[in-house]
T-cell receptor
């Protein structure tokens, strides 16, 4: 069964810093990997989707990379802002069973 | 555009009482539908998913059940709630085609507290 792990579990940085969130998964047979943002008490909002044939995706200050063979992805956030404070989750869509498996998330706090 | 609605938003229920959470999707047809539970520090746990009317797959044995009476309606139920059923429940949908490019969309969630 696919297992998704995110490190660190929590991160606190001063405003303006660049930061990297990590995601690893055990089964490389995936259709895609996604990064989501979750604000407290809310649902998840998709940030970036990387298809299995792609290496990275960019949206504004966010850049996500995928190394499928090693089972790793990173989310890079440039010039962090207080509004970036949220929990960030990664998820993989598996080939077997066609399901989405989520990591436990990284809780990010950007200090003004 | 597609939208997903989930209700109720919050629920406080006594142990042993029944549960019904409802989810509907608009603007798409034949979606894949999912129920997840999010407990503190444990991430999202997939409870049920459905690829069509009446087709339900369960990921984990539990006190809950799911039904899909219509194409865009997904219901999470329990006959008798346990304290351990407390948590944040999220309904989600994804398109059934073009798998590699498909994202999953979430409702706003339902907070269930069993007392």
């Amino acid at each position: 069964k696919q297992e998704v792990t995110q490190i660190p579990a929590a991160l606190s940085v001063p405003e303006g810093e660049n930061l990297v969130l990590n995601c690893s998964f055990t089964d490389s047979a995936i259709y895609n990997l996604q990064w989501f943002r979750q604000d407290p008490g809310k649902g998840l909002t998709s940030l970036l989707l990387i298809q299995s044939s792609q290496r990275e995706q960019t949206s504004g200050r966010l850049n996500a990379s995928l190394d499928k063979s090693s089972g790793r992805s990173t989310l890079y956030i440039a010039a962090s802002q207080p509004g970036d404070s949220a929990t960030y989750l990664c998820a993989v869509r598996t080939v077997a069973g066609n399901q989405f498996y989520f990591g436990t998330g990284t809780s990010l706090t950007v200090i003004p | 555009s597609q939208t997903i609605h989930q209700w109720p938003a919050t629920l406080v229920q006594p142990v042993g009482s029944p549960l019904s959470l409802e989810c509907t999707v608009e603007g798409t047809s034949n979606p894949n539908l999912y129920w997840y539970r999010q407990a503190a520090g444990r991430g999202l746990q997939l409870l049920f998913y459905s690829v069509g009317i009446g087709q339900i797959s369960s990921e984990v044995p539990q006190n809950l059940s799911a039904s899909r009476p219509q194409d865009r309606q997904f219901i999470l139920s329990s006959k008798k709630l346990l304290l351990s059923d407390s948590g944040f429940y999220l309904c989600a949908w994804s398109s059934s085609g073009a798998l590699s490019g498909n994202t999953i969309y979430f409702g706003e969630g339902s907070w269930l507290t069993v007392v």
